[in-house]
Structures are given as structure tokens and as C-alpha cells.
């Protein structure tokens, strides 16, 4: 099982699809993760079907493990096994919980689960250039940046700016990472 002390991860189910529709499509989460355009119950359902059967692709919700409350998800998708990478994402909804260390619990647990359960090499993902905040976060839990991509989205009337973050499991190994 996907867990440390406080939080566990589970397969994303059917009966968490109304929960994380409405989290989607708050503003912040919207932004955070890319969702451009409203998603309708119909496309999301598609979705999770296509999700279901797929194995390029996983989202974890996350859980505490006191109350078995859900409260965001972590995905893998684009996994490449020949490559041995893939990007990730992440979203807590409840601001209120933030800055507890619950998303850092929740990326160790994807980190590890993606490095020795999938043997992947490489995680990687993109944030917006000025989100010192996330930066922050990803640079805590070792992951470089690696690169800018200029102008590369059009976000509420401006080009910004976009950092890959990278994880090497080399680098992971290196740090003590026993979850
Ligand atoms: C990103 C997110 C998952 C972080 O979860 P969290 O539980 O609040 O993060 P943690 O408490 O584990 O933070 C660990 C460290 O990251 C940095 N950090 C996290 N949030 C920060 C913030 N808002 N401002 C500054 N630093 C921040 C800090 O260094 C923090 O350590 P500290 O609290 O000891 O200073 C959460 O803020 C979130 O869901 N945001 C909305 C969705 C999103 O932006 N996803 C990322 C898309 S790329």
C-alpha cells in the first residue's frame, strides 16, 4: 500500500468523479493544472474510462488515513517504459490544509512509487515561471529546474514563461528517501 503515517494513496475510483469535477474547475486548480476549457460530465466520464484501462497513464486521490477523507489527486501520465519517464501532477483542494507537509507526503509516496514500483528513471513536470511558491515546493523535494520554454502559454491576457522541473532517480537514491 501507497502510505506513511498520515496519508495514503488509492486508485482514483468512479465515485470520486463528482468530487473531482468540482475541484477541476476552481480557479486555482484550474490554472495549476491546465484545464483550459470547462470539462462536461460526459468528457470526464470518457476520461476516466479511457483512464481506467490505461497503463500510460494512473491518478492516485489521496486520502488521510485517520478519516479516509479525500482531499487531491497525484497522477503519472505520458509513462514511458522504453524512455523510463513521465510527468506528474499534483493538487491538494482544501487550502486549509496546505503548508502541513501533506503534499510533500503525497509526492514522496508517487515519487517512490513511480522510481521502485514502475522503475521509471525521470519525473518531470512544467509550472509558470513566476510561481516561486511551487518552484519552491518541487526544488524542496530535489528536483531541478531544467529548462525554460519561452512565451509558451497564453495565461489571462499574457505569455508567460514555462520551467520544467526534473527528478533524476539517481539524484533520489542518493538522498536518504526511505518513506
Ligand atoms: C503544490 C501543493 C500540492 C503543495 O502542497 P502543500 O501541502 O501545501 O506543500 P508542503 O506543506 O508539503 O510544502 C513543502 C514546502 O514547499 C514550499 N511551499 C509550498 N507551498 C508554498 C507556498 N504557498 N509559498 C511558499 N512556499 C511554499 C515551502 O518551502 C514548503 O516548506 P515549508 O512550509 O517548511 O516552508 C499545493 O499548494 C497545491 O495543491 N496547490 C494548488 C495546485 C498546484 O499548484 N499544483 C502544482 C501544479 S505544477
Given at each position: 500500500m501507497l502510505a506513511d503515517e498520515v496519508i495514503y494513496l488509492r486508485r482514483l475510483e468512479a465515485t470520486d468523479l463528482d468530487r473531482t469535477w468540482e475541484w477541476i474547475h476552481t480557479p486555482e486548480i484550474a490554472l495549476a493544472i491546465g484545464v483550459n476549457i470547462?470539462?462536461?460530465?460526459t468528457a470526464q466520464l470518457r476520461w476516466f474510462e479511457r483512464l481506467d484501462q490505461a497503463?500510460?497513464?494512473?491518478?492516485?486521490?489521496?486520502?488521510?488515513?485517520?478519516?479516509?477523507?479525500h482531499i487531491g489527486n497525484v497522477s503519472l501520465?505520458?509513462?514511458d517504459y522504453r524512455h523510463r519517464n513521465a510527468r506528474f501532477s499534483i493538487f491538494l483542494t482544501d487550502?486549509?490544509?496546505?503548508r502541513q507537509?501533506?503534499?510533500t507526503r503525497a509526492m514522496r509516496l508517487l515519487i517512490q512509487y513511480a522510481f521502485e514500483f514502475l522503475n521509471l528513471n525521470r519525473l518531470y513536470c512544467k509550472t509558470t515561471s513566476d510561481n516561486h511558491a511551487i518552484i519552491a515546493f518541487y526544488r524542496n523535494l530535489g528536483f531541478c529546474i531544467e529548462g525554460r520554454l519561452r512565451e509558451h502559454e497564453y495565461i489571462q491576457?499574457?505569455?508567460v514563461d514555462k520551467i520544467i522541473l526534473?527528478?533524476?532517480?539517481?539524484?533520489?537514491a542518493c538522498e536518504d528517501n526511505s518513506v
Open positions: 470547462p470539462v462536461s460530465r497503463t500510460d497513464k494512473i491518478v492516485f486521490a489521496v486520502c488521510f488515513r485517520d478519516n479516509n477523507e501520465d505520458s509513462i487550502p486549509t490544509i496546505r507537509g501533506i503534499g491576457g499574457h505569455y526534473g527528478l533524476i532517480l539517481h539524484d533520489w
